[in-house]
């Protein structure tokens, strides 16, 4: 269905999160409440020229409480309702919406349609809240459109208060402030003021335009591993022999570095051989794994560790459990972790 030429249709899809939460006035405690009490409080919604649309989580979850199957019903409301809308935004707790936002960039293939996440630091009840103007913006990018009648924005995208984020290139830098998001090594697809401006040579386009396929398998057979002075070598040998792990992504010193000592090596070497990825990530918030720059970052790479480039933690993991979940074998999995699939890291 050709939708450029009417009016923009947009579906949201509530799943919870602080942008729909009110008071408990027994435990004094934030829970969700119904999506179309959400929009009582957001009147200046029909004040957009735009068909809207809504389903919702039921019941609506706290983010804490996302899974792989959570992101499989979000992921299943797109593809069902893909020929009938031209965008949509996801309402989204901002606790694992970068993992989220990083999941569903892989889920959805070959998409050409805008995916936006948004939420709040604050209930949209609230006075001060920044949910209304989050949601609104939000509704605004998915219908945006360019000169050709395209949608401008043809990925998935993290909406919060000055910024859109590419997702999966998204981390979640504050529980205080309302701009809570930042994509540390890749700039904004969009900056909000007066206006909003598309950073058009930012935002990801195909080659060619293929139909939707979203992979719904994940394989969530996975683990972060986080490096520390004065790890011993019985916690790394017991974390990384946990039964049924696939993959490992290990959060290592600035440029990918980890201790030179001979039981880090043989021990990550030996979960290789037993077939586990390991992927290198910095737990730096900028940059990027170097694993040439250091010999302490090059003795990790000769182990067969992968280098994850500038990849975050959150696109790390999610990246794995996508590729596992086709039921790649190991070798083609680090294959492709070597790729990028939709704008996720920069391969040097």
């Not at 389903?55 to 706290?62: A, E, G, T």
């Not at 504050?174 to 909003?196: E, M, T």
């Not at 999995?333 to 040097?348: A, D, M, P, R, W």
């Given at each position: 269905?050709?939708?450029?030429n009417s009016?923009?249709k947009?579906l949201?899809?509530?799943?919870?999160?602080?942008?729909?939460?009110?008071?408990d006035?027994?435990?004094r405690?934030l829970?969700?409440?119904?999506?179309s009490?959400?929009?009582?409080?957001?009147?200046?919604?029909?004040m957009?020229?735009?068909d809207?649309?809504?389903i919702?989580?039921?019941?609506?979850?706290?983010s804490s409480?996302?899974s792989p199957?959570?992101?499989?019903?979000?992921a299943?409301?797109?593809?069902e309702?893909y020929d009938?809308?031209?965008?949509?935004?996801?309402?989204?707790g901002?606790?694992?919406?970068?993992f989220t936002a990083?999941?569903?960039?892989?889920m959805?293939?070959?998409?050409?349609k805008?995916?936006?996440?948004?939420?709040?630091?604050?209930?949209?009840?609230?006075?001060r809240?920044?949910?209304?103007?989050?949601l609104?913006?939000?509704?605004?990018?998915?219908a945006?459109?360019?000169?050709n009648?395209?949608?401008?924005?043809?990925?998935?995208?993290i909406?919060?208060?000055?910024?859109l984020?590419?997702?999966n290139r998204?981390?979640?830098?504050?529980?205080?402030?309302f701009n809570?998001f930042?994509?540390n090594?890749y700039?904004p697809?969009?900056?909000?003021?007066?206006?909003?401006?598309?950073?058009?040579?930012?935002?990801?386009?195909?080659?060619?335009?293929?139909?939707?396929k979203?992979?719904?398998?994940l394989?969530?057979?996975m683990?972060?591993?986080?490096?520390?002075?004065?790890?011993?070598q019985?916690t790394?040998?017991?974390?990384v022999?946990?039964p049924n792990?696939?993959?490992?992504?290990?959060?290592?010193?600035?440029?990918g570095?980890?201790?030179?000592?001979?039981?880090?090596?043989?021990?990550?070497?030996?979960?290789?051989?037993?077939g586990?990825?390991?992927?290198?990530?910095t737990q730096?918030v900028?940059?990027g794994?170097?694993?040439?720059?250091y010999?302490?970052?090059?003795?990790?790479?000769?182990?067969?560790?992968i280098?994850?480039?500038?990849?975050t933690?959150?696109?790390a993991?999610?990246?794995m459990?996508?590729?596992?979940?086709?039921?790649?074998?190991?070798?083609s999995?680090k294959?492709?972790?070597?790729?990028?699939?939709?704008?996720?890291?920069?391969?040097?």
């Amino acid at each position: 269905m050709n939708l450029s030429n009417s009016r923009p249709k947009i579906l949201i899809v509530y799943t919870g999160g602080t942008i729909g939460m009110i008071e408990d006035p027994v435990t004094r405690s934030l829970r969700p409440f119904d999506f179309s009490h959400l929009i009582d409080n957001v009147p200046k919604i029909q004040m957009l020229d735009y068909d809207i649309d809504n389903i919702q989580f039921d019941p609506p979850i706290d983010s804490s409480n996302m899974s792989p199957k959570h992101w499989s019903d979000i992921a299943r409301a797109i593809e069902e309702n893909y020929d009938q809308f031209d965008g949509f935004v996801v309402l989204h707790g901002t606790d694992t919406m970068a993992f989220t936002a990083s999941a569903l960039s892989f889920m959805l293939e070959n998409l050409h349609k805008p995916v936006i996440i948004t939420g709040s630091q604050l209930p949209i009840g609230e006075v001060r809240t920044d949910g209304e103007e989050n949601l609104i913006t939000a509704l605004q990018v998915a219908a945006a459109r360019d000169i050709n009648g395209d949608s401008m924005v043809q990925e998935v995208g993290i909406l919060f208060e000055n910024y859109l984020w590419r997702g999966n290139r998204s981390t979640k830098m504050s529980a205080d402030n309302f701009n809570a998001f930042k994509s540390n090594n890749y700039p904004p697809l969009a900056k909000i003021g007066l206006g909003i401006h598309f950073n058009e040579d930012a935002l990801y386009r195909m080659p060619n335009k293929r139909p939707l396929k979203v992979r719904y398998n994940l394989d969530a057979n996975m683990m972060f591993v986080t490096l520390f002075p004065g790890m011993t070598q019985s916690t790394l040998e017991y974390v990384v022999n946990t039964p049924n792990i696939r993959g490992i992504v290990l959060k290592t010193y600035g440029a990918g570095n980890a201790p030179q000592e001979v039981w880090v090596t043989d021990t990550l070497r030996s979960a290789i051989a037993r077939g586990v990825v390991i992927l290198n990530v910095t737990q730096c918030v900028n940059g990027g794994v170097h694993p040439s720059l250091y010999a302490t970052g090059n003795s990790l790479a000769e182990a067969g560790v992968i280098s994850g480039y500038d990849i975050t933690g959150e696109a790390a993991v999610t990246k794995m459990m996508y590729l596992f979940g086709m039921g790649l074998p190991a070798e083609s999995v680090k294959k492709y972790l070597n790729f990028s699939l939709c704008g996720e890291v920069t391969i040097h």
